[in-house]
């Protein structure tokens, strides 16, 4: 059983079996229901500098007092994030900054040939674009302020292409004339419906003969160290050799009941599709300044970014939609239109960015794969693939330590 039909639990589902098992995919909802379906769908191969990055702690408090800034928190959920912004600081030294990246970088550099045959079998590879991310900055010394940032990507094998301003225009002739320089990430391309990847890579999975189930599992019951069952909510329980949790933030309540007290926390992002921007777009764009992407996808233009923080039960507040919506009038001449598709959707968020990919402490035969945080449709592929090496007892492709589910009893 693969418990998520996201991007991380198909890939799990078709790499498995790939192998051979017999696979049964559960879903609460529907394919691709959470953060895979209206993300800005990049493929982000060196996105591998952790969000505790040097400096972020000290932005948190001016991010929480500006209403309109990149970080919002709902207060009465404030005293559930202690705990998970402690990690976060342990996260922050420079010792871990590096570690982190290494960890984050050697799941991305595979991001590109693990999807590769999937998009070719599932005839999508049409939705993977090979036009490369632009960051566009305001000022030469924005450029400056990150330029640490992009050496650590640099360092660990994702180059970048400064650019002038003139070089910005000829490349994207949209652009607003602010934008005094910017640099072109090498490799970083972008699918061009995100949501449409893990539907095609989902009827994939059941062409091949795979089974789905649509129900919310509550608890997994283990006994002598392996997992027997699992239960359902208002339905028998069912018996799998293995089970893989793949269910992005809500994991959390799984894990914990085997054992694994997990800082998983829901990060929500919004979106803005505009279907009729009246402008000509033709790569992702990441605006420094707003902390925003702007990706040109099949439905439209989709401006998506911000991160908030309040649990799974908060009821979305779209207004951060409509604010760096807003914003993205600054990015283009000619972009008059920004009403669209708004779209809400968490992310899973470990402290220190690394998401889980090891076995439950107390069963042998159930497997996590959550926490990817940003980078869950560009590590999808990958992910699966060493989800199934672990179940089906092969040498994983790349060592699993850094992800491990016990990193945080130190």
């Known amino acids: 059983m693969v418990i998520?039909?996201?991007?991380?639990?198909?890939?799990?589902?078709?790499?498995?079996?790939?192998?051979?098992?017999?696979?049964?995919?559960?879903?609460?909802?529907r394919p691709a229901a959470g953060a895979s379906e209206g993300n800005c769908g990049l493929l982000?191969?060196?996105?591998?500098?952790?969000?505790?990055?040097?400096?972020?702690?000290?932005?948190?408090?001016?991010?929480?007092?500006?209403?309109?800034?990149?970080?919002?928190?709902?207060?009465?959920?404030?005293?559930?994030?202690?705990?998970?912004?402690?990690?976060?600081?342990?996260?922050?030294?420079?010792?871990?900054?590096?570690?982190?990246?290494?960890?984050?970088?050697?799941?991305?550099?595979?991001?590109?040939?693990?999807?590769?045959?999937?998009?070719?079998?599932?005839?999508?590879?049409?939705?993977?674009?090979?036009?490369?991310?632009?960051?566009v900055y305001e000022t030469e010394q924005e450029y400056r302020d990150d330029v640490a940032n992009l050496q650590i990507e640099k360092d660990l094998g994702f180059d970048y292409e400064e650019l002038s301003k003139s070089r910005l225009r000829e490349l994207e002739p949209s652009l607003s004339d602010q934008f005094a320089c910017g640099v072109r990430l090498k490799g970083w391309y972008y699918f061009a419906d995100p949501k449409r990847l893990v539907t095609s890579l989902y009827d994939l999975f059941v062409r091949k003969g795979g089974t789905v189930v649509t129900g919310t599992v509550t608890s997994i019951n283990v006994e002598n160290g392996r997992a027997t069952s699992v239960n359902f909510c208002g339905q028998p329980p069912e018996s799998f050799d293995n089970v893989v949790v793949a269910a992005g933030v809500w994991s959390r309540k799984l894990a914990d009941k085997l054992g694994d007290k997990l800082p998983v926390e829901a990060l929500a992002g919004y979106s803005t599709t505009v279907s009729d921007p009246g402008i000509e777009v033709k790569h992702a764009i990441t605006y420094a300044a707003g902390g925003f992407v702007i990706t040109p996808m099949e439905s439209g233009l989709r401006i998506g970014g911000t991160i908030e923080m309040g649990g799974v039960d908060s009821k979305p507040d779209f207004g951060r939609a409509k604010v760096i919506a807003e914003k993205a009038k600054r990015v283009f001449n000619g972009l008059k239109n920004v009403s669209g598709t708004e779209w809400m959707g968490y992310r899973s968020f470990m402290p220190d960015t690394l998401p889980v990919i090891d076995r439950a402490s107390s069963a042998s035969n159930v497997f996590y794969a959550f926490g990817h945080g940003q980078i869950g449709i560009t590590t999808g592929a990958i992910t699966g693939r060493l989800v199934a090496e672990m179940v089906g007892r092969e040498q994983t492709s790349i060592g699993l330590a850094p992800y491990s589910a016990r990193r945080f009893k130190d």
């Open 4 to 29: 998520g039909a996201g991007i991380i639990g198909v890939c799990s589902a078709l790499e498995l079996q790939k192998r051979g098992f017999q696979v049964t995919l559960v879903e609460a909802d």
């Open 44 to 135: 982000a191969v060196g996105s591998v500098v952790p969000f505790s990055k040097p400096g972020t702690f000290k932005k948190v408090p001016g991010w929480l007092l500006n209403k309109n800034g990149p970080l919002s928190i709902r207060w009465n959920y404030f005293p559930k994030l202690i705990p998970w912004f402690l990690e976060f600081l342990k996260a922050s030294r420079a010792s871990r900054i590096q570690e982190i990246s290494q960890g984050l970088a050697a799941l991305t550099e595979h991001a590109f040939d693990a999807y590769e045959p999937w998009l070719e079998e599932a005839g999508i590879k049409d939705l993977l674009k090979p036009h490369e991310t632009l960051i």
